[in-house]
């Protein structure tokens, strides 16, 4: 795979986790990259460590999938640091047309991977509505209080990767529920180094613990759980309503103040084409 392709594919996955209710996950899955991520991220294992303590470097690095790691990371990295401020000031003064545009891409995500997978399996319809289930839940309701100081920002990695790396739930979002999205955003904004660095701390023993289970489940139940991750992006659709009250109560779009009926729909169309597009360049980019 050339990696300047991956590379590009990090850049919209951080883009995606900057925003609270969209997933970096959606932007793996869409783009082709999703499985190997995971498999990538479950080979830091006891082999890995072997070879380090081996000083087997070159045998490490190729176990993790090293450089496609790098590129893709550094992509992350690079859009996180680019875009926060961004799309911080869109939100906060185009919301109905920027939330509008994700809509539109989560929901068309949604409908091309159920589409690509052509199952029947009753089964499978039901996982994707057990995600759509837990993606409401787990995006509207409020989850608990962490400790104050550098053990909640550690432990908010811990969970939020979690979610980062799952289609449909927005680490983002759940930064938001766990109170601590403002911090993690002003410190990459202001560039708190520490902050940073607890918080990634936190962020990579979530991500070694929770990426094993992940491969297991790709590898035994792909099929169910494409629909099972398709419905966790359907689930979010709550939370990225774009007409909101003050209170963030959802509202119907001719209820809103200011409803933009046409931009909005431009913009819903737009998200659609964008996650079109990514969606068969990441299918031809994965062979290449």
């Known amino acids: ?56 470097i070159p045998q490490a690095w190729r176990h993790v999938d090293g450089w496609f790691l790098l590129a893709l990371f550094g992509g992350i990295l690079t859009a996180i640091f680019l875009f926060a401020g961004v799309l911080s000031h869109l939100l906060a003064t185009q919301p109905v047309l920027t939330w509008s545009f994700f809509l539109g891409l989560i929901v068309a995500a949604a409908v091309l991977l159920v589409a690509a997978e052509q199952s029947i399996n009753v089964l499978h319809w039901l996982w994707l509505l057990l995600g759509v289930a837990l993606g409401y839940v787990l995006s509207t309701q409020a989850l608990f209080d962490l400790p104050a100081g550098q053990v909640g920002i550690f432990l908010a990695g811990m969970i939020a990767i979690c979610a980062m790396i799952l289609p449909g739930i927005s680490g983002s979002l759940i930064l938001v529920l766990l109170g601590q999205y403002a911090t993690i955003l002003a410190a990459a904004h202001q560039r708190q180094w520490l ?16 990426s094993k289970l992940l491969k297991w489940l790709l590898a035994h139940y792909h099929k169910a759980m494409i629909y099972f991750l398709s419905g966790l992006m359907l689930g979010t659709v709550f939370k990225v309503w774009p007409w909101k009250s003050v209170a963030a109560v959802n509202l119907w779009p001719w209820q809103h103040p200011q409803p933009h009926y046409m931009l909005s729909a431009l913009m819903i169309f737009g998200g659609a084409i964008v996650v079109t597009g990514l969606f068969y360049w990441g299918r031809k980019t994965k062979r290449t």
């Not at 997933?23 to 995971?38: D, H, K, P, Q, V």
């Not at 294992?45 to 081996?54: A, I, N, Q, S």
């Not at 902050?195 to 929770?210: E, I, K, P, Q, R």
């Open 195 to 210: 902050t940073l660095m607890v918080f990634a701390g936190g962020a990579l023993l979530g991500l070694l613990l929770f």
């Open 1 to 56: 795979m050339n990696y300047l392709w991956v590379y590009l594919k990090g850049m919209l996955m951080g883009m995606a986790d900057v925003v609270p209710g969209v997933s970096g996950g959606t932007m793996a899955l869409i783009t082709g990259i999703y499985e190997r991520l995971i498999k990538a991220i479950a080979q830091v294992d006891g082999d890995f460590f072997g070879y380090l303590l081996k000083l087997k």
